[in-house]
């Protein structure tokens, strides 16, 4: 779908959108359009009790007056409530009530709104973002999907009388969705198309943005005693595969801001073999490592003035004869032993050797992991919030704010020295698992481990990466979540 930003003139074809407030109160295009149609938006907002509340669509079709097929006006609520974010919700609504509508253009009539502070261009861009972000479709396998229900629209038009400022002001915005789209095609792929080998494959693309990507095998990690992430992988065919990439925006003197995700490409449980049913959904428990993969693109396709190092550790786990039994002692690149209790918590596996290397070796400012790493945090939070953990009040709060701001909600949860008593192992350092109870604490309580003095938040995403219905923001499935939410925390926190 293209994106155009034009004069705030009445178009010729397609379907028309028109917004209005609380209170029926019309926008200044919307009145220029009641007028010309001779009052049959006033008409049909009275017979159908249309109040101008948020996410309220009425449609006219046929206009009499007019080229367009349909006009249609959306309800915006109170003009003093608007924000980015409820603007960007705005879009998503329009485009999921019109994406199959048959009409190849849809236009949107946008202008200030002056009760919220809020530019002719702002809402224009957030808008347009909105609608981007609600329009991705997974459909690459569809092969007989009949007409009415495939999208329709290749042309998203917004009227205003600041186009040019507009555009300008969404540049970065669509570099941001970019990698937001990037991240669900990544999560939805099946295990037989993204596994440890076509991922490095994937992310290598990156390096035309100006990422520098560095690929680790086995036999390097090994050299590293990597043995916590290859004790994962070493049940599978495809071998793990340790990732690193590095965006330079900043003077190179600069520590970087580390992100390391999960990239576990599909998850049998191993030994430990998860049940059949549902199992289909596990291509996704690499959505943390997707969420980094996709925030670097983001970084790097706006130019973003930070340095940023991503780090995903990605393996396979899958039960064979070589795979890691119950009960086997590894042995971490910290050094810190771990006894294997349960093969099927492996992704903290993953992390600890990843993130004990990132600390390591690029000494970081901060550091951040995102993981599809518990059940327990969806008993916890359920699919409204991620979880976070951290040692560190004020990296907490900036993420708490990003999340608000962009709906890419966190909740903080505690650590304790009474949780980390309960990984304790009888014949190692440490247990992957820590009993039934405080699930999604003694793992992140495992995690942190690994992470020494640096200021680290884990981000436990096991609830937000996959949804089973649709949202104002993205379809039902893959979201994307973490990568508008770390894109926001850097932009308002740390860049240049």
């Not at 930003?5 to 295009?29: H, I, M, R, W």
């Not at 249309?50 to 609520?77: D, T, Y």
């Not at 999604?440 to 219905?469: C, E, M, Y």
């Amino acid at each position: 779908m293209k994106i155009n930003f034009l004069k705030n003139e009445v178009p010729q074809k397609g379907n028309l959108v028109v917004l209005a407030y609380s209170d029926c109160k019309l926008s200044t295009f919307a009145r220029k359009i009641d007028k010309e149609t001779d009052g049959q938006l006033s008409r049909a907002m009275k017979v159908s009790k249309f109040k101008g509340n948020f996410g309220e669509i009425i449609s006219i079709p046929a206009p009499c007056g007019l080229k367009v097929s349909n006009v249609l006006v959306m309800g915006l609520g109170n003009a003093e409530d608007l924000k980015e974010l409820k603007l960007q919700q705005a879009g998503g609504k329009i485009m999921a009530r019109q994406m199959t509508c048959g009409e190849e253009e849809l236009s949107v009539a946008v202008e200030a709104v002056k009760k919220a502070d809020m530019s002719a261009e702002d809402v224009a861009a957030n808008i347009a973002y909105g609608a981007k972000l609600r329009r991705y479709r997974f459909d690459k396998y569809r092969t007989k999907e009949a007409d009415d229900k495939k999208p329709s629209v290749i042309s998203f038009n917004i009227l205003s009388t600041a186009a040019a400022k507009a555009k300008s002001l969404f540049e970065p915005m669509d570099k941001v969705a970019d990698g937001v789209l990037f991240a669900r095609d990544l999560v939805t792929e099946p295990g037989n198309v993204i596994y440890p080998e076509s991922y490095v494959e994937q992310i290598r693309e990156l390096s035309s943005l100006g990422v520098d990507v560095e690929v680790l095998g086995e036999d390097e990690m090994e050299e590293l005693g990597m043995g916590a992430l290859l004790g994962v992988g070493q049940g599978s065919a495809s071998e793990s595969h340790l990732v690193i990439m590095r965006w330079q925006g900043s003077d190179k003197k600069k520590a970087p801001l580390a992100f390391v995700g999960k990239g576990v490409t599909f998850d049998t449980g191993g030994i430990s073999l998860k049940p059949g049913a549902g199992m289909e959904d596990m291509k996704f428990d690499m959505g943390g490592s997707a969420s980094v993969v996709g925030l670097m693109k983001a970084l790097a396709g706006r130019k973003a003035k930070v340095n940023v190092v991503g780090v995903v550790g990605l393996v396979e786990n899958m039960p064979s004869g070589t795979a890691q039994r119950p009960g086997d002692v590894v042995t971490s690149m910290s050094g810190q032993t771990i006894e294997v209790i349960n093969t099927d918590a492996e992704g903290r596996l993953v992390l600890c050797d990843a993130l004990w290397y990132t600390q390591d070796r690029f000494k970081p400012k901060m550091m951040i992991d995102l993981a599809t790493l518990t059940g327990a945090i969806l008993i916890s939070l359920g699919q409204e919030y991620a979880g976070i953990f951290s040692n560190d009040d004020k990296i907490s709060e900036q993420l708490f704010t990003a999340g608000e701001q962009t709906g890419e909600g966190v909740w903080r949860l505690p650590l304790g020295s009474s949780y980390d008593e309960l990984i304790n192992s009888d014949i190692a350092d440490m247990k992957n698992v820590g009993g039934r109870n405080a699930g999604s604490i003694t793992a992140a309580q495992f995690l942190q481990r690994f992470v020494n003095d640096v200021p680290w938040v884990h981000i436990d995403i096991a609830g937000t990466a996959w949804k089973q219905k649709p949202s104002d923001l993205a379809e039902k499935g893959a979201t994307g979540y973490g990568v508008r939410l770390l894109d926001r925390f850097i932009r308002d926190n740390y860049e240049d």
